[in-house]
């Protein structure tokens, strides 16, 4: 017996309107549903292609395409040449030197087999084994085998001479597995640096020494390319707080939005791509208007429009069990819905917030939710002398973003999607 699929009405074979992140490998969310970035994608592709080595950082909004546009960029350049993990690799506070470097390490490792396996035997990877072997063990909670290593791993083993003092010998390690990769025919190797979406103040400085730290024992050698991910907040916290850092990096790639006709574009490739009958002509099952109106609330973030869209559909046919045509739902039909989630949201966040900063939001809010705003603007409009420390709550939070930095300006402060979406209803009455 088959499960009940409401996009079967619409001649679909599952939600077009899904979040996850795009796969090359992936059968039904691939990379060939990639909607726009293009001039982001040259920048990226052209820095690795124009040099020996490179570092580079993507910033922007949550829920913008930062990670995705990653991916396009890694299986452009895997086609390339270039050897590619799947993987992403973590900087978190918590990790010392050492334990960044071993990740690095296994992060070049994973990215040469993924190219050739026959390299498995080759010196270089041999002398690398061990400290993949025990970066991968230190990050298993469980049995099982580690992905990318085919090496297995019981609760009850352990391996011995523990990584500690590996800066002596990382370099040593790093430069010897991209010279067997470049002797084998590769152009180089991408890692991608992510785990930057959650950071607060105090833990983005520590991720920031961390990174200065193993600069130039594991991030500037030839045939490795570093892509680090991120909102602009921990970007600049983290790339940009030490010269030592920023001065390898080249200039911070800031993702704007998508323009409103990119995301109606996205969507009708995710319609055809989803089709039942291909010799069928797909049936949208929204009106443009939601769309637009979507757009609009969340100011670009996409993965908060795509999430309002695939709850409002599961509502909206849940709660009409009787289609059985399909049909085209308006923008009157969905603002009950947008009213829901704003309501659902307001209370979320407004209980994260607390009183007085919530109060903040909603006056920023109704005043003009597309405003940028400085310190000092807010300092004016909330009557207080300093309100530092109150924007990073409301950062840390996910109510306020922080806008790039630009030379002999004020830093900038605008409201997220999931801040638009809460105060929506307020707003509106």
């Not at 909102?231 to 998508?258: C, D, E, G, W, Y």
Request: charged share 20%.
């Amino acid at each position: 017996m088959n499960l009940p699929n409401f996009w079967t009405i619409f001649g679909l074979k599952s939600s077009p309107y899904f979040q996850d992140t795009l796969q090359e490998s992936s059968s039904t969310k691939s990379l060939s549903l990639f909607v726009g970035r293009e001039k982001e994608q040259r920048q990226l592709l052209s820095t690795i292609g124009s040099s020996d080595s490179s570092r580079q950082a993507v910033a922007g909004f949550p829920g913008v395409g930062k990670t995705t546009l990653v991916q396009a960029v890694k299986a452009a350049a895997k086609k390339a040449n270039y050897c590619v993990a799947n993987d992403l690799i973590s900087i978190t506070p918590e990790h010392s030197s050492d334990a960044l470097l071993g990740q690095l390490i296994a992060g070049i490792y994973d990215a040469i087999l993924m190219c050739n396996k026959n390299l498995k035997s080759e010196p270089e990877m041999k002398d690398a084994r061990h400290f993949v072997e025990v970066t991968r063990q230190q990050n298993i909670s469980a049995g099982g085998t580690v992905m990318g290593t085919g090496v297995e791993f019981s609760r009850s083993e352990t391996i011995s001479d523990p990584i500690g003092g590996l800066a002596l010998p990382a370099r040593h390690i790093i430069k010897n597995l991209l010279k067997c990769a470049l002797d084998n025919g590769s152009e180089g190797v991408i890692l991608h640096l992510n785990n930057l979406e959650n950071l607060s103040e105090a833990n983005a400085e520590k991720a920031a020494d961390l990174l200065r730290s193993v600069r130039d024992t594991g991030l500037m050698i030839d045939g490795l390319h570093l892509i680090v991910v991120g909102p602009t907040s921990a970007i600049n916290a983290v790339i940009n707080r030490h010269r030592q850092t920023k001065n390898v990096f080249s200039p911070t790639i800031h993702l704007r939005k998508l323009e409103l006709s990119d995301v109606h574009k996205l969507l009708k490739c995710r319609y055809q791509a989803f089709q039942i009958d291909l010799d069928k002509s797909f049936h949208q099952p929204i009106d443009n208007s939601i769309v637009d109106s979507l757009y609009k609330i969340f100011n670009g973030d996409l993965r908060g429009m795509l999430k309002s869209l695939e709850y409002g559909m599961q509502t909206l046919l849940l709660r009409n069990t009787d289609i059985t045509t399909p049909l085209q739902f308006t923008l009157n039909d969905f603002l009950p819905i947008i009213k829901e989630l704003s309501e659902r949201e307001s209370e979320e966040l407004e209980e994260n917030l607390g009183d007085l900063n919530w109060e903040r939001i909603v006056n920023w809010a109704k005043d003009n939710p597309d405003s940028m705003q400085t310190q000092k603007s807010l300092s004016e409009n909330w009557h207080m002398d300093n309100v530092s420390l109150i924007m990073k709550e409301l950062t840390a939070a996910g109510a306020v973003e922080v806008m790039p930095n630009r030379v002999n300006r004020k830093i900038q402060y605008l409201l997220t999607g999931n801040a638009r979406l809460a105060t929506y209803q307020i707003k509106s009455n």
